[in-house]
């Protein structure tokens, strides 16, 4: 059987959110290479993959998506074993907490996080961009008060959904592995249960292996 194919640098976080659903389950696949800074993702043989001119894209023999947490999904659920299943959807209580979790991810400690990793990593390597100080400040508040909540979950429950690791827990490896790369790494010594948590995502072969594909500071 052909491997599934990635489009996308292994670089970029939204595709870094696939290939570590790849690796949990262990499906071979191939990442197609699209130079994002050249704007391959905007010329039409990837308009056809993805509508919006983003990556990743997703290819499994007939079928293509897009959205990475789509993507994600599709691979844990089609690929699901007795010991890999992270969406846990023959429990809807499990299967549940493992949406909240995904969703706050998304709609909190993404919006929170993701402009310091821009700022002190992105803009400035990429493009040139030198960090805006204002930013990374206000953006630091706001994630020391949604790892308040995270560090309230994880006195609790060894991973976010439960004591079981989950998409929930996958979807912040990329964007988590690279603000480690930043000077305000140390935040996360002043939340040990969120701390705890973060090393034992580090520990799996598959965050391990993918985590020397993400940008850090130069």
Not at 11 to 31: I, M
Not at 153 to 180: E, P, Q, V
């Amino acid at each position: 059987m052909a491997p599934v194919k990635v489009f996308g640098s292994a670089g970029f976080t939204n595709v870094a959110r696939v290939l570590v659903c790849l690796e949990e389950v262990g499906v071979e696949y191939e990442v197609v290479d699209i130079d994002f800074l050249a704007k391959e993702q905007k010329k039409p043989e990837h308009l056809a993959r993805n509508p919006f001119g983003e990556i990743p894209a997703f290819q499994d023999g007939d079928l293509m998506l897009f959205e990475s947490r789509a993507i994600g999904k599709y691979i844990l659920r089609k690929y699901r074993t007795d010991e890999v299943d992270m969406l846990r959807e023959s429990n809807p209580g499990e299967a549940a907490m493992v949406d909240v979790w995904t969703e706050v991810q998304a709609n909190q400690y993404n919006k929170a996080l993701a402009p310091i990793v821009y700022e002190c990593i992105i803009y400035p390597t990429a493009y040139g961009i030198p960090t805006n100080q204002k930013v990374v400040d206000e953006s630091m508040e706001k994630l020391k008060k949604v790892l308040d909540v995270y560090e309230a979950r994880l006195s609790k429950h060894k991973y976010l959904a439960g004591n079981f690791i989950s998409f929930a827990d996958l979807n912040h490896f990329a964007f988590t592995c690279c603000f480690m790369g930043t000077p305000y790494a140390s935040l996360f010594d002043s939340f040990p249960c969120v701390k705890a948590w973060w090393k034992n995502l580090m520990s799996r072969p598959s965050t391990r292996k993918l985590s020397a594909n993400l940008p850090k500071m130069v």
